[in-house]
């Protein structure tokens, strides 16, 4: 069924999140800090709000997706009046800390609150790749599912409004340690007469197929008591450190696999 949705931010990602519910037929309100960048979205059939405030006070749903968490708390905090009783649904990147402090103060004013963490870049909306993590009130992750789903596979991870942002940024830390891995593997073949290109051809497939440890070692992180290491911890430290020398000789050593060693023993 249709739903009134406003939508906060029209960015490239709230722009993005925006088409996507208007696509799925929902009576769509806007607001942007800059009014022209609402304009391609009325043409479509939204309508524009003045002010923040209007924009909050419309709609059954309310979506932020603006530059932070100051900006968030700056438009919702004058408006707790005009929230009491709706829902509304954080997809502006935050940490842990000002999502449970969000969450806080939406309880303090009877406010269903919902932090999200789109794990997507904006052209992926509404396709096959993009999931966005959504963490707080569990009653209106059900309710709204129809419209989350919208924007890509829709996936619940705790009441702890901390949670979507935890999982979205432990998921791009992964992301980082893989980058930073590449490019010190990279160092390290010029110096035979390789290439960084050579070697993307040949660490990406190897590196997909080892995404599949990730399950196997879980459950050891999960419950350490009853884990089996597949690898024991001097497996793990003499080869890393075999990497490490390698890094030393040929002169392009940084403390990444030092880093390594002091964090992935025993897996
Ligand atoms: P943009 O820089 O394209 O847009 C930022 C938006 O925030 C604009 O609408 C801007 O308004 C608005 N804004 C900034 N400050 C304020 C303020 N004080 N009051 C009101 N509005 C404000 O960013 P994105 O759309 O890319 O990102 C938006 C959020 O989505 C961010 O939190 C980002 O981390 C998150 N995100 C983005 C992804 C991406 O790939 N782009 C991926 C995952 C998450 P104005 O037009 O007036 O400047």
Redesign the pocket.
């Known amino acids: 069924t249709a739903q009134h949705i406003s939508v906060?931010?029209?960015?490239?990602?709230?722009?993005?999140l925006a088409q996507a519910l208007l696509a799925g037929g929902h009576q769509l309100t806007v607001w942007?800090?800059?009014p022209s960048?609402a304009e391609a979205l009325v043409s479509q059939g939204a309508q524009v709000a003045a002010t923040?405030a209007e924009a909050l006070a419309v709609a059954d749903l309310v979506i932020l997706?603006?530059?932070?968490d100051?900006?968030v708390r700056?438009?919702l905090e004058p408006a707790a009046a005009a929230l009491r009783g709706r829902t509304v649904i954080n997809?502006?990147?935050?940490t842990p800390e000002q999502a449970r402090s969000l969450g806080r103060w939406a309880a303090e004013h009877e406010v269903a609150l919902m932090d999200g963490?789109?794990?997507?870049?904006?052209s992926m909306i509404g396709g096959p790749a993009a999931f966005v993590l959504y963490s707080g009130a569990a009653a209106e992750f059900e309710r709204f599912h129809g419209v989350l789903e919208l924007f890509g596979r829709a996936e619940f991870v705790g009441e702890d409004f901390g949670a979507a942002a935890m999982y979205?940024l432990a998921i791009l830390g992964g992301m980082y340690s893989m980058f930073a891995g590449f490019q010190q593997g990279a160092k390290m073949v010029r110096t035979t007469g390789g290439t960084a290109a050579h070697l993307a051809t040949l660490m990406a497939p190897f590196l997909q197929a080892m995404t599949t440890m990730f399950a196997q070692y879980a459950p050891g992180i999960d419950d350490p008591e009853s884990y089996v290491p597949e690898q024991d911890a001097d497996f793990t430290a003499g080869a890393i450190g075999t990497i490490d020398k390698a890094a030393v000789e040929s002169g392009t050593a940084t403390e990444l696999f030092g880093v390594l060693l002091r964090t992935l023993p025993g897996i």
């Open positions: 906060l931010g029209l960015g490239a990602m709230g722009a993005a942007n800090r800059t960048r923040s997706c603006l530059l932070d100051a900006s700056e438009h997809l502006t990147t935050a963490g789109i794990m997507a870049v904006p979205d």
